[in-house]
């Protein structure tokens, strides 16, 4: 297959969309396919991505004022369409809900070639309107007609989670979705572990990590009073924030006024490449999250790769991806109190932790993307038949 992949998401950009996109294409252009990557140019200086069967192909943009590191493909249907006929693309996919987004859309009517979506952020949710000060039940309306003028419009959609596909259902997309996973390479995660020490010594206590952007929609201020109980009855254990945003000050704020500066590395961002290659993530105990906007968070599935039980709520595709009992606890959003005594079954009671770190190991699985990309390419060639029909 020649794929058109149209990322308003993408590299030097750091986060799940990017992350899940670049594994994507690499599983794909693995497996013997052109892959063409449309993505915004950036003036900054970064590595660009380089493997066998993949060309990027960056576009003229501008930043865009109400998020930070996004930016503005700019390029006009024409060019697109040239593009597209010169490298013979048989099958388009769109990341975001952008400009390029549109011009996915444009350029599949045109051409007749399929075009598929994959939802990956809930833009319409209180927590990232906040970020823009938009917090109002009407913009959270529009904001679902303004998602749903992509979806609609489009030949396929894919989700990564399966409450993602109900949400979508429920808020008006009438295109037909499947879901297929972001998948994890296990392998890749297992071989960046470090061998347990076998020193007598006395053991420390448990490691906490959280990894995402320190941001209204990530709950972080929740984590903290959570993890504020858990030290008053378990004071060895520590807490890694890994991550920047736009609320990293009032954040490392909270930390000083708890009196918490002993117990939290606020570490701020780490370069993805060095972050997963450092083992920083093997070398914690259990991952930790409050956030309620997740769809399916690579950050859960990278450390569920790496055998950590998680502690989350009940809120959009978080339950989807951590089984209450069985790999790690669900609890109650916005509840410091439930959250807190979650994390303590796993600190203080050790069968209960290795029981939870065995379904761990066990359920991830299912995500590895091994087979996950075989999904793709069976999606993505039945698009491509039907559309000869």
Same mark, same amino acid.
């Given at each position: 297959?020649?794929?058109?992949?149209?990322?308003?998401?993408?590299?030097?950009?750091?986060?799940?969309?990017?992350?899940?996109?670049?594994?994507?294409?690499?599983?794909?252009?693995?497996?013997?396919?052109?892959?063409?990557?449309?993505?915004?140019?950036?003036?900054?200086?970064?590595?660009?991505?380089?493997?066998?069967?993949?060309?990027?192909?960056?576009?003229?943009?501008?930043?865009?004022?109400?998020?930070?590191?996004?930016?503005?493909?700019?390029?006009?249907? &024409?060019?697109? /369409? %040239?593009?597209? @006929? =010169?490298? +013979? !693309?048989? #099958?388009?996919?769109?990341?975001? *809900?952008? $400009?390029?987004? &549109?011009?996915? /859309? %444009?350029?599949? @009517? =045109?051409? +007749? !070639?399929? #075009?598929?979506?994959?939802?990956? *952020?809930? $833009?319409?949710?209180?927590?990232?309107? %906040?970020?823009? @000060?938009?917090?109002?039940?009407?913009?959270?309306?529009?904001?679902?007609?303004?998602?749903?003028?992509?979806?609609?419009?489009?030949?396929?959609?894919?989700?990564?989670?399966?409450?993602?596909?109900?949400?979508?259902?429920?808020?008006?997309?009438?295109?037909?979705?499947?879901?297929?996973?972001?998948?994890?390479?296990?392998?890749?995660?297992?071989?960046?572990?470090?061998?347990?020490?076998?020193?007598?010594?006395?053991?420390?206590?448990?490691?906490?990590?959280?990894?995402?952007?320190?941001?209204?929609?990530?709950?972080?201020?929740?984590?903290?009073?959570?993890?504020?109980?858990?030290?008053?009855?378990?004071?060895?254990?520590?807490?890694?924030?890994?991550?920047?945003?736009?609320?990293?000050?009032?954040?490392?704020?909270?930390?000083?006024?708890?009196?918490?500066?002993?117990?939290?590395?606020?570490?701020?961002?780490?370069?993805?490449?060095?972050?997963?290659?450092?083992?920083?993530?093997?070398?914690?105990?259990?991952?930790?999250?409050?956030?309620?906007?997740?769809?399916?968070?690579?950050?859960?599935?990278?450390?569920?790769?790496?055998?950590?039980?998680?502690?989350?709520?009940?809120?959009?595709?978080?339950?989807?991806?951590?089984?209450?009992?069985?790999?790690?606890?669900?609890?109650?959003?916005?509840?410091?109190?439930?959250?807190?005594?979650?994390?303590?079954?796993?600190?203080?009671?050790?069968?209960?932790?290795?029981?939870?770190?065995?379904?761990?190991?066990?359920?991830?699985?299912?995500?590895?993307?091994?087979?996950?990309?075989?999904?793709?390419?069976?999606?993505?060639?039945?698009?491509?038949?039907?559309?000869?029909?």
């Amino acid at each position: 297959m020649n794929i058109a992949l149209f990322c308003d998401i993408f590299t030097p950009q750091v986060n799940g969309v990017v992350t899940a996109t670049v594994a994507m294409a690499k599983g794909l252009a693995d497996g013997g396919h052109k892959v063409h990557i449309i993505a915004p140019r950036f003036k900054s200086n970064f590595k660009e991505l380089k493997h066998k069967n993949i060309i990027v192909h960056r576009i003229f943009s501008v930043p865009a004022l109400f998020y930070e590191e996004f930016r503005f493909a700019l390029i006009s249907t &024409r060019s697109l /369409i %040239k593009l597209i @006929k =010169k490298f +013979n !693309i048989q #099958v388009i996919h769109y990341n975001g *809900t952008q $400009f390029l987004a &549109r011009q996915a /859309i %444009k350029v599949g @009517k =045109k051409q +007749n !070639i399929p #075009v598929v979506g994959t939802f990956h *952020t809930f $833009f319409a949710d209180p927590e990232y309107l %906040k970020q823009i @000060k938009l917090d109002f039940k009407f913009m959270e309306k529009a904001t679902w007609k303004f998602l749903n003028s992509f979806f609609n419009n489009t030949d396929f959609v894919t989700s990564p989670a399966p409450s993602t596909r109900d949400a979508m259902l429920k808020m008006g997309c009438k295109t037909p979705i499947k879901v297929i996973s972001n998948g994890i390479d296990i392998n890749f995660f297992k071989k960046k572990a470090k061998p347990k020490s076998k020193s007598n010594s006395k053991p420390k206590g448990k490691t906490l990590l959280f990894i995402g952007r320190v941001a209204y929609e990530k709950s972080v201020d929740v984590l903290i009073e959570s993890f504020k109980l858990v030290v008053q009855k378990a004071p060895d254990t520590k807490l890694l924030i890994v991550g920047s945003g736009p609320q990293f000050d009032l954040i490392k704020k909270q930390i000083i006024d708890l009196k918490l500066e002993k117990s939290v590395n606020l570490v701020g961002r780490i370069p993805y490449d060095k972050l997963v290659n450092s083992g920083m993530i093997n070398d914690a105990d259990i991952f930790v999250t409050a956030s309620k906007t997740e769809n399916q968070p690579l950050t859960i599935l990278e450390s569920q790769a790496c055998g950590l039980p998680c502690v989350g709520v009940n809120k959009r595709g978080v339950p989807d991806l951590i089984i209450n009992g069985e790999n790690g606890f669900i609890v109650k959003a916005d509840s410091p109190k439930l959250f807190a005594d979650a994390i303590l079954k796993l600190v203080q009671d050790g069968v209960v932790f290795n029981k939870m770190k065995k379904g761990t190991n066990k359920l991830v699985k299912q995500h590895d993307l091994k087979n996950v990309i075989p999904v793709w390419e069976k999606t993505l060639n039945d698009l491509i038949k039907n559309s000869k029909k």
